[in-house]
């Protein structure tokens, strides 16, 4: 059913995300998706060009599916999620002839190495160590607070806890105490541990192209792991070309010619810009659909071009709109955790429903009543879309919802 | 722009960007867009003018792929029996699709739009069928079930919406049958019905009827509100027909006084040309046509001439154009012959003098306007309700018992319902009394409706605040007692004719079934003619249903009075009992249906089988001489029929704990 231009590049996404084959479908290059064998039945049902992968099993075959989508005719892979990056720098060193995106995926893989290139890099970051064990997670927490001045008896001031390999917020875990210590699981180790900074939590979305920022946007973060707006408040946009140099340093520092990053950073109260990680695939929380709510661009069709070896600077150029200028409004979105131990029923609260910056929302009915204690971040019930004019009015919109019941 | 007009475009707004997220997605992927479409619809069609703007998108929604997926992207293979029970889907979502899919065929039907695979002829033809099944919505009535869901604004708009663009002609049948129907149960409130004899009146003035039984039903409806006589059939407008009055003489008067009479007494319905030809005829000198024009009988005639002065007086007071259904109030409380009871005549003297507290007169010029006093409005009212006292209905609120009382008051006991009204109407409070000790409702907080009902008639917008709040209190003061509450209650609040045993089906602490077989003997011998020596019901006793759906699930309890019990004219013993409802024909489930009509049934009354009849009752009052007697024989296999009925449907889940009947016990 797709139309797609043969004198441009045939692309290949890794994983399944239906709203980027919906994208990839309806742009105008060639497109083949590289999923998993339960997605076959859906992709011969619906004409999805597809090839079956397993993306649980060993690395030792990635040079079997790298040579299979150059038989293809594949010129680029294109990771949609963290755990196909690898893959994409195993298949796209072969489909590019060039080795280091291999060692670049892995950079982008294991947060500990990410954050020491960074730190070789001249980025500022805050305190990092590996941990293999608790023990070795308590020992940071002292040693941190210890830094810190603080006596035995003081409030210790947080540490962060991340899986090496795991994206977003699924396990991060706040660490205050040694009993915070005990709840995490054998099989969250290795992990980063990170001194906490206070200050205020961003996101960037840039598309890079012959090693050049073809668009960067701002995602506000009004608490991490509840909502998301862009593009951000002129307060934080005032940083944006200090934001543009700092992209440009994991550019060269990370050696990234073309593609598509997600860096988190921290600008702390001393106005200093603190690198947080940085990922190789579109972001969580449905950022790519809030971009287009606010741009009216399909960030994924632009993940294409800025992987597409054929794309052209000029058709780069008609793509993208001007940051903040062409935004037509705010687009926030806010994810439901519930607030109590016993639910029965999804409510929609009335200041909630009835206000004019409500879009909709993907919350489903309660399938059961208990709520399961929220250990690390955890995972959302489903997100809340908003839109509107005044980013100010959204940001405090957003931050109201946390003191709302969605579901009684 | 005014600041619901501006709700409505942000939102439009919102629902067209979605709605292009929507129509930009391949097939496989149009899934994901469509609930937040339906999301931002069903709060569209809350707002204004949502359902307009709503169907200007539906084709364009349709052709979006907001069906894609469901069977509603197979219009012509939809089943318009199944829009009913949809709509009633307690999710919003659902229904905002339905209603979207029902905009979408009104598009097809008038050419704005189309779908592949159906014609604009066949869509029309589906969605005369929803209207016709759907008429529920088009009422001012709700049921239970409907009011437990909520949004019926919204329903009762789209489908008004529907018949405004594709006429009513073809279901004039269903409709005209659907009216008889009501009037048939001779409710007070009659508005609604009005509104949509109006809108067949627009419909046959536009597109015509075709000749036939249903034309005929359909125009003497319209005539019987616009043009039941020769001076008004045209109709030329109250001042030209008043001109005309005066060329007459008195054989022609005469001819329309009876003509505006028997229109009355055909349909329960009141034009404006009888009321003003009523006042017109009470003002004027010479022999008086007052009788005629009311259509007395042998009683009301008797009243007429005994009690003349205070009838012209109450004609005066309470007909007005915006009043009509005084007149057949007023014909009714006549023919009842309740002026010959010595309190009625100076109660309703004092009522006709009578000023309203502001805060009682507020809440009626609240319901009716201001064209006429709210004095005017609440005498009217009384006569309705003293006249028709089954006609009274509870209008969209969970007031049952309060509309119950009054009912029971009009029939029973009117003097003292006039008693409480001019309480009510003079300091805006009313005091009963509960076991000796005064409950002034003025010192109560709010009772089950917060707020005071203004879609009911005018007695009960006065009173039902009240009675609510004193009811909610004798509940309060019965609680810690245990059992069920009506017990104490239903005597104190109704009257000493309520009988003083109470016998109740459930457990009130588990809500299990509690010695059902012996519920269902007690009513037997209380109420059965063959089981209590053909004792008739005397006073109409309060009782309590187990109110089922349409597919025989619990829904609710409900007040209700029992009336009689007899023999219809097919041999079959049935409880005729009131309903304050606003329409008491309603389907329970499992083949229990209950009759207003044909069966027996005086205006109001509502019927149904003995045995089904107590197969969804749950609580009865009976006289304490029924224990006393020695009990007759009730057929095990009677109490089993019945028990069968109530098992398989509100009691489902309600079965004894450790089963310990064995059938027929005392």
């Known amino acids: 059913m797709q139309d797609y231009d043969e004198s441009k590049g045939y692309v290949a996404l890794l994983g399944w995300s239906l709203n980027a084959i919906d994208a990839a479908d309806r742009f105008d290059r060639r497109y083949i998706v590289v999923a998993p064998p339960w997605a076959t039945d859906y992709c011969e049902a619906n004409g999805i060009p597809h090839i079956a992968w397993d993306f649980d099993r060993l690395n030792e075959r990635s040079y079997e599916l790298a040579t299979t989508l150059k038989d293809e005719g594949v010129d680029v892979a294109i990771p949609l999620f963290e755990e196909t990056v690898e893959w994409a720098g195993a298949v796209n060193a072969v489909l590019r002839d060039n080795p280091r995106l291999l060692g670049q995926a892995m950079l982008f893989r294991d947060k500990s190495l990410m954050k020491r290139r960074a730190q070789l890099g001249g980025i500022r970051v805050g305190v990092f160590e590996e941990a293999h064990d608790r023990g070795d997670v308590i020992r940071f927490l002292k040693r941190v607070n210890q830094t810190l001045l603080k006596l035995d008896g003081d409030p210790n001031d947080p540490i962060h806890f991340k899986a090496f390999d795991k994206s977003g917020t699924a396990g991060h ?206 995972t959302h019930w489903g997100l809340m879309y908003f839109f509107g004019d005044d980013p100010h009015r959204l940001r405090d919109l957003l931050k109201s919802q946390e003191e709302l019941d969605f579901y009684v | 722009m005014r600041d619901e007009d501006a709700a409505l475009a942000a939102l439009l707004e919102k629902l067209d960007a979605a709605a292009a997220r929507l129509a930009d997605a391949r097939p496989f992927a149009k899934h994901r867009h469509q609930r937040p479409v339906l999301d931002i619809a069903a709060r569209v069609l809350g707002q204004p ?344 209905g509870q209008g969209a609120n969970p007031t049952c018992q309060s509309a119950r009382a009054i009912a029971m008051w009009a029939l029973n006991d009117p003097d003292y319902l006039l008693h409480l009204v001019r309480q009510a109407s003079e300091m805006d409070a009313v005091t009963m009394h509960f076991e000796g000790q005064p409950i002034a409702s003025s010192e109560l907080p709010p009772g089950l409706s917060a707020g005071a009902p203004i879609d009911a008639d005018p007695v009960s917008v006065l009173l039902v605040p009240h009675l609510d709040r004193i009811y909610a209190e004798m509940g309060r003061l019965c609680a810690p007692r245990g059992g069920d ?32 077989e012996a519920f269902v003997a007690r009513f037997c011998r209380g109420y059965h003619p063959a089981y209590n020596d053909a004792r008739p019901v005397i006073h109409p006793q309060p009782a309590g249903i187990a109110v089922t759906d349409a597919s025989a699930r619990f829904v609710g309890w409900h007040a209700i009075s029992i009336l009689r019990v007899d023999t219809d004219q097919h041999g079959v013993v049935r409880v005729y009992f009131y309903n304050p409802n606003n329409d008491s024909g309603q389907d329970w489930g499992a083949g229990v249906v209950v009759s207003t009509s044909g069966c027996g049934e005086r205006y109001g009354e509502a019927s149904l089988p003995f045995e089904e009849f107590v197969s969804r009752l749950y609580l009865f009052h009976d006289d304490p001489l029924t224990a006393a007697r020695v009990p007759t024989i009730v057929p095990e296999e009677f109490i089993a029929s019945i028990r069968d009925r109530a098992t398989q449907s509100w009691a489902a889940d309600r079965l004894e704990a450790a089963p310990s009947w064995t059938g027929g016990g005392a």
């Open chain 1, 173 to 378: 875990r706040v660490i205050r105490t040694a009993e915070d210590v005990d709840l995490i699981p054998d099989e969250e180790f290795p992990a980063l541990l990170e001194s906490h900074l206070d200050g205020w939590e961003f996101a960037v979305e840039a598309w890079i192209k012959d090693r050049k920022i073809q668009f960067l946007n701002i995602s506000e973060y009004v608490t991490l792991g509840y909502s998301v707006f862009v593009p951000a408040t002129p307060e934080l946009e005032q940083h944006r070309a200090r934001i543009t140099e700092e992209i440009e340093k994991l550019i060269e520092t990370f050696d990234i010619e073309f593609g598509f990053i997600h860096p988190e950073y921290f600008l702390t109260s001393d106005n200093k810009l603190y690198f947080g990680e940085v990922a190789y695939r579109p972001p969580g929380f449905n950022a790519l659909e809030l971009i287009e709510r606010a741009y009216g661009f399909n960030g994924y069709q632009a993940l294409v071009l800025a992987f597409d070896p054929k794309a052209t600077q000029q058709e780069l150029d008609a793509f993208f709109p001007t940051p903040v200028e062409d935004a037509k409004g705010h687009a926030g979105c806010f994810g439901v955790y519930p607030r109590r131990r016993v639910v029965n029923r999804l409510e929609i609260p009335d200041a909630t429903a009835n206000h004019p910056y409500f879009e909709h929302h993907e919350l489903a009915e309660p399938m059961q009543n208990k709520v399961a204690k929220r250990s690390a971040f955890g």
């Open chain 2, 485 to 516: 509450p009506h017990r104490w209650i239903n005597p104190e609040f109704h009257g000493w004719w309520v009988a003083r045993d109470c016998i109740v089906a459930v457990d009130v602490a588990t809500g299990l079934l509690a010695d059902y």
């Open chain 2, 49 to 392: 003018g949502g359902v307009s703007a709503l169907y200007a998108r539906a084709g364009a929604l349709d052709a979006a792929g907001l069906f894609a997926g469901s069977d509603w992207d197979s219009p012509a293979t939809l089943l318009p029996q199944l829009v009913g029970l949809t709509l009633d889907n307690p999710d919003r979502v659902t229904v905002a699709l339905e209603i979207t899919s029902l905009l979408r065929m009104l598009a097809i039907a008038t050419g704005e739009a189309t779908h592949e695979g159906l014609h604009a002829e066949p869509a029309r033809h589906y969605l005369t069928q929803v209207l016709a099944l759907n008429l529920r919505h088009f009422f001012g009535a709700s049921s239970e079930a409907s009011r437990a869901t909520g949004w019926e604004d919204v329903k009762r708009s789209v489908l008004r919406f529907v018949a405004e663009r594709i006429g009513l002609r073809d279901v004039l049948g269903v409709l005209v049958e659907e009216i008889w129907r009501i009037l048939e149960q001779r409710p007070v409130q009659v508005a609604p019905v009005k509104d949509m004899i109006a809108q067949i009146s627009i419909a046959m003035a536009e597109q015509g009827a075709e000749p036939g039984q249903e034309r005929l039903g359909a125009e003497r409806l319209v005539g019987a509100l616009f043009g039941p006589t020769i001076a008004s059939q045209d109709d030329p407008g109250i001042g030209a027909f008043l001109e005309r009055l005066e060329g007459f003489d008195e054989h022609a008067l005469m001819r329309e006084a009876t003509g505006f009479a028997r229109a009355m007494h055909d349909t329960g319905l009141v034009s404006d040309y009888h009321a003003a030809f009523l006042t017109w005829l009470a003002a004027r000198e010479g022999p008086s046509l007052v009788p005629e024009a009311l259509g007395l009988g042998q009683t009301g005639l008797d009243c007429w001439r005994r009690y003349m002065p205070l009838v012209r007086r109450l004609i005066g007071a309470a007909v007005t154009p915006f009043t009509p259904q005084a007149v057949y109030g007023l014909s009714l409380v006549l023919d009842r012959g309740v002026l010959h009871y010595a309190p009625i005549e100076p109660a309703l003297t004092g009522q006709i003098a009578a000023e309203l507290h502001p805060e009682a007169a507020q809440r009626l010029r609240l319901a009716y306007g201001e064209a006429v006093s709210a004095e005017t409005h609440l005498l009217a009212g009384l006569l309705e309700v003293i006249g028709q006292p089954f006609g009274v």
